[in-house]
């Protein structure tokens, strides 16, 4: 027997300074990150404290909104929620950046699931492509695709 449960939880969280000022900047095309007051590591996304020192993070720092794929994978499995596989999701590291996020990758032209996947290469260079609407969330950034 097999039974499908859904569950939708709805609910608001407080960003606090890091945060809105970098989803703010997302709003406007724009890729900040912080850097701690003791070690000088850089955090893109932005951190309220670094995750070394316990130190809190400076203002927002302009970064070059170009990255790196540290790793991928190639999603071959419908689930909720996401696009109709195949896609492609990859953890990006910005910059010299002390972290990295992960985010879709997109604008790659492949005939199914095995061709993306050897479209797709650690270390690749990647760019933000902007979505046309933008909410101050990680999703401005429609994808990221080979620069």
């Known amino acids: 027997m097999r039974k499908r449960y859904s569950m939708n939880l709805d609910y608001d969280a407080p ?10 900047n997302l709003k406007n095309e ?14 893109v ?60 990758l997109g604008g790659i032209q492949y005939k199914d699931a095995e061709d993306l996947k050897n479209k797709i290469k650690i270390g690749m260079k990647v760019k933000p492509v902007w979505a046309k609407s933008k909410n101050g969330d990680i999703l401005d950034i429609q994808y990221f695709t080979p620069a």
């Open 30 to 43: 724009k890729l900040v990150g912080n850097r701690c007051t003791k070690c000088n590591r850089l955090y």
């Open 45 to 104: 996304p932005v951190r309220p404290f670094c995750d070394i020192c316990a130190e809190e993070t400076t203002e927002p720092v302009p970064v070059d909104s170009g990255g790196t794929v540290v790793a991928y994978t190639v999603y071959c499995i419908e689930s909720l929620n996401l696009p109709k596989p195949p896609f492609a999701q990859a953890i990006i590291k910005i910059g010299d950046a002390a972290n990295s996020f992960m985010h879709f």
């Open 15 to 24: 960003l606090g300074n890091a945060y809105s000022a970098f989803m703010e």
